[in-house]
């Protein structure tokens, strides 16, 4: 079961000229940042509420460190904004095999390292009406 909205994330030239305008704008502060070399990003993820099952919900602000990056690749032809959407589940590798077996495409084989420590996969933006959709599972098994 997909239980929440666990991230939005937005791709961004300059990652410390956008947190600052979420904090100057919004009031919103960066809860946590990491450089993940597999996905090339650099991140900032700005805690927005927390959820019932205990869970929370993210802006995750998103920089390429390399020019070979699906997020750079994304940037040159799009410019700056919503990049995909996450949803949070206990569970990514049941989801992704039922998600699957519905015949919409899952980018990996076996979920990789995401945000914190998370367990994470992508599915195709193509089988999705053109959003990239990423599915979570945290660190904690669940919540983060
Ligand atoms: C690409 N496309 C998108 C898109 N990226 N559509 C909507 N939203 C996006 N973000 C579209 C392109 O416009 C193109 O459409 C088609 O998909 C093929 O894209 P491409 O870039 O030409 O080709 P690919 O196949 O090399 O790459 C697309 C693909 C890739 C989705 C497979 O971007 C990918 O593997 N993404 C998943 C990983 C990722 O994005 N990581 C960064 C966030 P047309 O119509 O022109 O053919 S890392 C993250 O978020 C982690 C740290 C975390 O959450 O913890």
Not at 82 to 108: M, N, Q, S, W
Request: proline share 2%; aromatic share 8%.
């Amino acid at each position: 079961m997909l239980t929440r909205i666990d991230h939005i994330g937005i791709a961004c030239f300059d990652l410390d000229r956008t947190v600052e305008f979420y904090r100057s704008t919004y009031g919103f502060e960066v809860f946590h940042s990491e450089v993940n070399e597999e996905q090339g990003v650099r991140e900032a993820m700005l805690r927005i509420n927390g959820t019932d099952d205990g869970g929370a919900s993210y802006l995750q602000l998103l920089e390429p460190t390399r020019e070979d990056s699906t997020v750079a690749k994304w940037l040159a032809k799009n410019g700056e904004g919503v990049h995909h959407i996450a949803f949070g589940t206990a569970d990514v590798d049941a989801e992704a095999a039922d998600i699957r077996d519905k015949g919409v495409r899952v980018l990996y084989d076996e979920p990789r390292t995401g945000s914190m420590g998370s367990r994470i996969t992508f599915l195709h933006p193509k089988d999705c009406g053109g959003v990239l959709t990423e599915l979570v599972t945290s660190a904690a098994g669940g919540h983060r």
